[in-house]
């Protein structure tokens, strides 16, 4: 009580000088900010940046409190309490959150030239006063107030050593963020320099610590150059779904030794997936403390984006749940500002400042230009011999089918032959000059840049063989090979800064894939051009949207995924039996009995508190399970089998797995893929499998379930079965059913064969599935919901692209010249100015991600309804076509969709290409055609011919 008093005291007469120094009482934030200076932190994990600080390491940076500490807490908690209206517990929650805050906050204020806790007496209140700025190590500000430009010395220090003089727009920021253990999301054009916004911090937290960056891309194939791409002093390895095993426990061995700073990481390596099963990486445990990790391409992550990955998703629930990262960076060159919010939200960046390190969308060394050739080969040619492009050394031009490459590269083989290229003076860029990695890799450059030009053009695609694609990219590489016709598959992590033209002979599919796209030319911040040929009969629209249509999923395929999705269980049926036989008068002991069993035989009342709760927002599992009979089961789809049945690709699937988990009543929980069919194989015979039931209850009920099923058990010697269900119907943990399953195979207990110590017994996991837990209560109108809903969500996709689309093809129209006669020696400054401006109004604009109500409402305009028109007059001739192709193909099943995807060219896991496009009577035959009318069409043959 005496120390209570004591407090109190000493506390009110702190209220009584903020009373006089603010002129007002102290609210809720004052009394919690007191409160949280009493209890200072004696001891700090010293020597590191703050960041890594992470769940791993802050346990152990709380301060040990005496017992004089402990009462004095006490009792201010109990005054505060009683200010707060909160209770003991609440008050501690709040004062040890702000305290680990706090604690990163005073560090990095050390590492900036402050000091710890200075000006903080022990009741000194919570004053700004003697508190360093993170940002400049000045005192009576925070960081977010900071006006100074100043960077610790050893910022710059850094810098130097990177080889640079200054930062680039955006850098600084960025830098100084992850510094401060910030999530932060840069959105720079191609070629600004957004990978010294990781290197940079990754450099100076390895400096302080034993840790390490990740860094996660998408860009598998090139991914061993990105390694060899980054600065000496940066130790780094990569680990991704293209090594071999051999490879992947080297690479991780080294990062256990910490002998890396940067780990390079695919996607699919991190989270699983793909073919590659569960992630590669080692528990948390195992590994060095993660510093930050940083996720290019970033747009990936938002499910709206012109590039959405559903692993990606998953990617920051691991970073944060198994490796316990605090600190992202997600780095983007395409995003508009919608975008970069929704990503914002997905990495958890609650501060607007933490997204708002964008730069314009189109750097100002590019001139653009677009035109409405009737005869584009021969506009081409032209093109590349007038004033603007006849002197540029280093080309691209972009097509976006892979035949189309090699026919235009012969065509400018043949008509560039004897071409001379015009003169051309170009001085070396200002900031590589001076700096060590900038000159070596200028004096290669000029090295390579040397060889006179010997090939004029050449095609690059996918389809091509890697060692065809190597050759082509190095000869473009080093000035031997002037221009390249590719797909978009070329230019992705292209290092090569003086790339002076960008030619899209086709429309690009959006504007993040154009801004991308000519981003890789004129690198060197010197003057670039890029034309764009626009066709007049809006042939490339109808191209680019089969790409559309071929990610779309009609009614009937989604709910066949939901029957998958969501089978039907007892929970319900064992609820009502409880509840009746709760209501009943008088209970029989029989009955009382029963009802034990099901409360323990009910695997999803137990599963429930075994159950972590995940995520964050929204509605979520756990909300729902409150008012649910049944509280979810784990499942599992073999991705293989369900690609096959479905006839849709993995990446879809996922997708649709995606949208279910990202709905407001989270669906379904996506957990890691794992093997979900179980083989066994007992040497031993019958016997020793009736031995091992005894031993190990999973293999019991695996075999009771199959006698259940009625199929003879006596003579069996080999079990097949769903370990997850399995699993998930004992109530028992996955990991250790498989644990027990493997471990039989060892057993000396189960019985020994051949005297080698093995057990007779052969145990093997196959097919990679989908797991995830979900419920089997749901309604038939529940069902009904969930299919609306994510076939709406899928249709809502498809119109979003396909308004996205129309917009881009009227935006680049608005621009264009007649042909491209009018701009291939001059340019219309204004032109090009318009058109950036359009992209800027793009990117910068704030709207909505769903534009598929714009699209609807654009259906009727004109254009529309000339289409519609069309339809109705060829409607008869695509039904005879229809009609034929069924007959020619009567021994084969097809879905209105099937049909409509061959009719627009777009090959499907049940339907390739290879196969179907054989035949050209049909494929690709009704192009320009609305995809869905076709579908309907396909359907009411399909109807009337069965
Ligand atoms: N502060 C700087 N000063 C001078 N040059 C820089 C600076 N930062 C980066 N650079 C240079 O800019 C070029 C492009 O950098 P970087 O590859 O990081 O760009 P990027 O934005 O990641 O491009 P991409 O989107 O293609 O990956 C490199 O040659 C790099 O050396």
């Known amino acids: 009580m005496d120390r209570y008093n004591d407090v109190k005291i000493l506390l009110k007469k702190w209220e009584q000088s903020f009373f006089q120094t603010n002129n007002r009482k102290p609210n809720k934030v004052s009394y919690i900010n007191q409160y949280s200076g009493i209890f200072q932190p004696s001891t700090a994990e010293s020597g590191c940046w703050g960041s890594h600080l992470n769940r791993k390491s802050l346990p152990a940076a709380v301060p040990k409190l005496s017992s004089d500490d402990k009462e004095t807490l006490k009792a201010s908690a109990q005054y505060f309490g009683m200010k707060l209206k909160t209770n003991l517990g609440a008050l501690t929650k709040v004062n040890v959150t702000y305290t680990m805050y706090m604690q990163k906050f005073q560090l990095k204020g050390e590492r900036f030239g402050g000091g710890v806790g200075r000006g903080r007496g022990r009741f000194g209140g919570f004053s700004r006063q003697g508190d360093t700025c993170y940002k400049c190590g000045g005192t009576g500000h925070w960081a977010r107030d900071c ?3 100043d960077v610790p010395p050893e910022v710059y220090e850094a810098l130097r050593d990177f080889g640079y003089k200054s930062f680039r727009p955006g850098q600084e920021t960025a830098i100084m963020r992850i510094l401060s253990g910030l999530s932060t999301l840069v959105v720079l054009s191609t070629g ?7 290197q940079l911090p990754a450099y100076l937290y390895a400096q302080r610590s034993k840790c390490i960056t990740l860094v996660v891309s998408p860009l598998v194939s090139l991914m061993d150059d990105q390694l060899s791409g980054l600065p000496p002093m940066l130790k780094a390895a990569c680990i991704h779904s293209n090594m071999s095993k051999k490879q992947r426990e080297a690479a991780i061995e080294k990062v256990k030794a910490g002998q890396v700073h940067v780990l390079l990481l695919s996607p699919e390596a991190l989270v699983g997936g793909g073919h590659s099963g569960s992630g590669c990486l080692p528990p948390a445990d195992q590994l060095p403390p993660v510093a930050f990790a940083c996720i290019d391409e970033a747009h990936c992550v938002s499910e709206w984006s012109h590039n959405f990955r559903p692993c990606y998703l998953r990617l920051c629930k691991v970073l944060r749940d198994r490796l316990g990262v605090r600190c992202l960076l997600g780095l983007t060159a395409t995003a508009t500002l919608s975008t970069a919010l929704d990503i914002g939200r997905h990495l958890d960046i609650s501060d607007q400042d933490g997204i708002a390190v964008r730069s314009a969308a189109v750097p100002h060394n590019l001139q653009l230009s677009v035109s409405m050739d009737k005869d584009k080969e021969q506009a081409l040619v032209s093109l590349l011999k007038g004033e603007r492009f006849g002197a540029l050394e280093s080309v691209i031009v972009y097509c976006t089918r892979r035949e189309e490459t090699s026919r235009i590269a012969a065509l400018l083989r043949t ?15 200002e900031d590589e000059e001076d ?3 900038g000159k070596k890799k200028k004096a290669l450059a000029r090295k390579k840049i040397r060889k006179p030009l010997k090939w004029i053009a050449e095609a690059y695609h996918a389809g091509m063989s890697a060692s065809e694609r190597r050759r082509v990219q190095n000869n473009f590489m080093c000035g031997e090979l002037r221009v390249v016709v590719a797909t978009v598959a070329f230019g992705m992590g292209l290092d090569k800064s003086d790339v002076r033209g960008i030619v899209h002979y086709n429309m690009p599919k959006s504007f993040e894939s154009y801004v991308q796209e000519i981003g890789r030319a004129g690198r060197d911040g010197h003057p670039a051009h890029c034309h764009l040929f626009l066709d007049p009969e809006g042939a490339d629209l109808h191209e680019l949207r089969r790409h559309i249509y071929a990610d779309t999923v009609d009614f009937y395929t989604v709910k066949k995924l939901v029957q998958k999705v969501f089978p039907p269980c007892k929970c319900r049926q064992i609820q009502q039996k409880q509840q009746d036989l709760a209501q009943a008068a008088e209970v029989s002991d029989s009955e009382l009995l029963e009802m034990e069993f099901c409360e323990n035989t009910d ?10 709760e995940e995520g964050d927002g929204g509605l979520k599992l756990s909300d729902v399970r409150e008012q649910r009979a049944c509280h979810t089961h784990e499942r599992a789809i073999p991705v293989q089998e369900t690609v096959e049945t479905l006839d849709i690709t993995e990446e ?11 709905h407001p009543q989270q669906w379904v929980e996506l957990l890691h893929p794992t093997l979900s069919i179980c083989k066994m194989q007992f040497y031993g015979g019958p016997q020793q499998l009736r031995k091992i039931t005894k031993l190990c209850p999973p293999v019991a009920v695996a075999l009771a379930r199959k006698r259940m099923a009625g199929e003879r058990v006596e003579s069996c010697d080999t079990l097949e079965f769903d370990v997850v269900e399995l699993a998930d119907t004992m109530g028992w943990q996955l990991p250790l059913v498989k644990r027990g399953l493997r471990q039989l195979q060892w057993g000396s207990d189960t019985g020994s064969y051949g005297g080698t110590g093995r057990s007779g017994v052969h145990v093997e996991f196959s097919a990679l599935s989908f797991y995830f837990r979900s419920y089997g209560d749901l309604t038939a109108d529940e069902l009904d919901a969930v299919c609306a809903f994510l076939h709406g969500r899928v249709m809502a996709q498809e119109r979003t692209q396909l308004y996205q689309l129309k917009t881009c093809f009227k935006a680049f129209r608005s621009v264009a010249y007649r042909n491209c006669s009018l701009c291939m020696d001059d340019l219309e400054e204004s032109r090009s100015q318009a058109l950036k401006e359009l992209l800027r109004h793009y990117f910068d604009k704030r709207r909505n991600l769903d534009l598929s109500k714009h699209y609807q409402e654009e259906e009727e305009d004109e254009e529309e309804e000339l289409n519609k028109c069309k339809m109705r007059d060829w409607e008869a001739q695509i039904c005879a076509d229809i009609r034929g192709f069924l007959s020619s193909r009567s021994d084969e099943k097809f879905s209105g969709r099937a049909v409509a995807r061959i009719f627009h060219g777009i090959g499907s896991p049940c339907y390739p290409a290879q196969t179907y496009g054989r035949d050209r009577r049909y494929w690709r035959k009704y192009i320009q055609f609305d995809f869905n009318e076709i579908i309907r069409l396909a359907t009411q043959e399909i109807i009337r011919t069965r």
């Open 147 to 149: 006006r100074g430009r």
């Open 603 to 612: 695997p999803h009342q137990q599963q429930l508190t075994e159950t972590p």
């Open 415 to 429: 008509c560039l032959q004897g071409v001379m290229l015009r003169e051309s003076s170009k001085p070396a860029p």
């Open 192 to 198: 600004m320099g957004k990978s010294l916004c990781y």
């Open 652 to 662: 879809s699937l996922e997708t649709l797995l995606c949208y279910l988990e990202l």
């Open 435 to 437: 700096n060590p990695v």
